[in-house]
């Protein structure tokens, strides 16, 4: 093999970026804010970093590819259509670019997730080609990122790209995409568990070279369910060309400070996980914790600008935060505080109660309680208990009002957005139990009646 390609994962946030060497010089594609992991890969793999690839700008989350250019001297890659406000060398679709004798990427333009997207082929014996947000494992990159107005055509360009890709190269070509390992830019759920595809896999299940065009597109317009409300930033901000990100500690806070943060209307966030926050937290504060996709669900619940104060056990938990949220354009905490909740406040810690479907099954035979289904839309279409609310996670801040009165057990389908929730409402002087269990497995089983296909 003339070339090694090194995955780079991100995978709070569902992506991948690429380190492709030929162990003298690489290109990357793709980067992350963060670049100090592609510096530190480059290093480790003894290669200079000559040419950054972008191919698209993209809606979630900050890109590194500015920045990385700045920092190695490469050239800095992205679509002559796509409107910048940077320095680029521009390409487009037919475009060859020589970065070594063994590295010759060949442009493919690859509309759909947006109307300038690109797909760099690496020609050769063994081609591969990263395909972005456009073909993914199993899906496809989702077409209404740029507005309703522009979903249906967009998704037609889409269905157009992926059969483009497999006319123009070999079943044995790698399909190495930047979105679609748990990305809400991928249109649908990919391939379970899929780490690596060809473009004859593709061709057999992907329903964008496996349906017919009318098929397709109506069923990905039809699936296609809310995205994090930060995406709206991420375009101008990547269009401006974002520098490299303030990594350093943020400053500390004492009780004293964070009480007034919190009196401020400020976010407090609680970093622990859920069983750690139920058992004991301080009042007023929310709870996003790292072991799920943190970024994310703040960047999606959060009045943007809204000062963010990390609560984490230990600085590497609050600086792992603080990674996360550069990613999508939340560059500084105001503050941070480390230890336990007892050294953040001198109230007395608040606990939320933590219970199971089997729980709820149980507690409804003998007293009303209110059960509010906090996923998603789609989700709750598949099923859902009968006689629930569903506010979907994203939207409780804004339907406080519609949340039934009295007891609420909030779930979700495993208990990671259904923590975030319960914290929601606590702060807001409801009275919440957690149902910490997974829905799939036990809600049924539990004995609390399932209903099917209804909407929202």
Same mark, same amino acid.
């Given at each position: 093999?003339?070339h ?6 991100t995978p709070s946030?569902?992506?991948?970026s690429?380190l ?5 010089v ?6 992350? #804010?963060?670049?100090d ?5 480059? *290093? ?18 900050v ?8 920092? *190695? ?11 910048v406000t940077?320095?680029?060398v ?7 670019? =020589? ?5 010759q990427?060949r ?8 109307? *300038? ?5 690496l ?9 972005g ?17 522009h979903t249906?055509?967009? !998704? ?5 790209s992926a059969?483009?890709l497999?006319a123009?190269?070999?079943d044995?070509?790698?399909v ?5 390992f ?6 649908t759920?990919?391939?379970d568990?899929?780490t690596?595809? *060809? ?6 299940s ?13 069923e990905?317009?039809?699936?296609l369910?809310a ?21 350093? !500690?943020p400053?500390r !806070? ?6 007034r ?34 970024a994310?669900y ?6 943007w600008?809204t ?14 935060a ?16 480390t230890?336990?909740p007892a050294?953040?406040?001198? $109230?007395?810690?608040a ?6 479907f089997?729980?709820?099954?149980q507690? #409804?035979?003998h ?8 996923r998603?839309?789609?989700e709750w279409? =598949?099923?859902h208990?009968?006689g629930?609310?569903s ?5 409780l801040?804004?339907g406080?009002d519609?949340?039934?009165d009295? $007891? ?5 389908a495993?208990?990671?957005r259904?923590?975030i ?13 957690h149902?910490?269990?997974?829905f799939?497995e036990h809600?049924?089983?539990a004995g609390?009646?399932?209903?099917q296909?209804?909407?929202?």
């Amino acid at each position: 093999m003339s070339h090694t390609i090194v995955p780079i994962e991100t995978p709070s946030l569902g992506d991948r970026s690429y380190l492709v060497h030929d162990g003298e010089v690489a290109f990357v594609v793709d980067p992350q #804010r963060d670049i100090d992991r592609m510096l530190d890969t480059a *290093t480790r793999a003894g290669v200079r970093i000559t040419h950054v690839l972008e191919t698209h700008i993209h809606n979630d989350y900050v890109t590194g590819g500015h920045a990385l250019a700045e920092a *190695t001297g490469a050239q800095y890659l992205v679509n002559a259509d796509d409107p910048v406000t940077f320095e680029r060398v521009p390409v487009r679709g037919g475009d060859v670019i =020589d970065v070594s004798p063994q590295l010759q990427v060949r442009v493919l333009h690859t509309p759909g997730h947006t109307f *300038t997207h690109l797909s760099y082929v690496l020609e050769g014996p063994e081609p591969v080609v990263f395909s972005g947000g456009s073909l993914l494992f199993g899906s496809t990159g989702r077409p209404d990122l740029l507005g309703a107005a522009h979903t249906h055509t967009l !998704a037609r360009h889409q269905y157009a790209s992926a059969h483009k890709l497999a006319a123009e190269l070999p079943d044995e070509t790698q399909v190495m995409p930047t979105h679609g390992f748990g990305s809400f830019c991928s249109a649908t759920a990919t391939t379970d568990g899929a780490t690596g595809s *060809t473009i004859g896999q593709e061709r057999r299940s992907n329903p964008a070279l496996s349906k017919d065009e009318e098929d397709y597109v109506a069923e990905i317009v039809a699936g296609l369910d809310a995205y994090p409300a930060y995406y709206v930033h991420m375009g101008p901000a990547n269009s401006a060309g974002p520098s490299a990100p303030d990594l350093t !500690a943020p400053e500390r !806070a004492d009780k004293a400070e964070l009480r007034r943060r919190l009196a401020a209307g400020e976010w407090l966030v609680d970093l622990r996980t859920r069983t750690a926050f139920a058992s004991g937290h301080v009042p007023g504060t929310f709870n996003f914790g790292l072991d799920g996709q943190f970024a994310t669900y703040l960047g999606w619940l959060i009045p943007w600008g809204t000062p963010v104060t990390l609560l984490g056990e230990s600085p590497e938990q609050v600086a792992e935060a603080q990674r996360e949220l550069v990613r999508i354009g939340i560059d500084r905490p105001a503050a941070a505080a480390t230890g336990t909740p007892a050294e953040w406040t001198d $109230e007395v810690l608040a606990t939320i109660e933590r219970a199971t479907f089997a729980d709820l099954s149980q507690v #409804r035979h003998h007293r009303p309680v209110a059960v509010l289904d906090v996923r998603r839309a789609s989700e709750w279409r =598949d099923g859902h208990i009968d006689g629930a609310v569903s506010i979907p996670l994203h939207a409780l801040l804004q339907g406080l009002d519609q949340v039934p009165d009295g $007891e609420v057990w909030v779930h979700c389908a495993g208990g990671y957005r259904a923590s975030i929730a319960a914290s929601l409402l606590a702060a807001h002087g409801r009275r919440v139990v957690h149902v910490d269990d997974s829905f799939a497995e036990h809600a049924a089983a539990a004995g609390l009646p399932l209903v099917q296909g209804q909407a929202a």
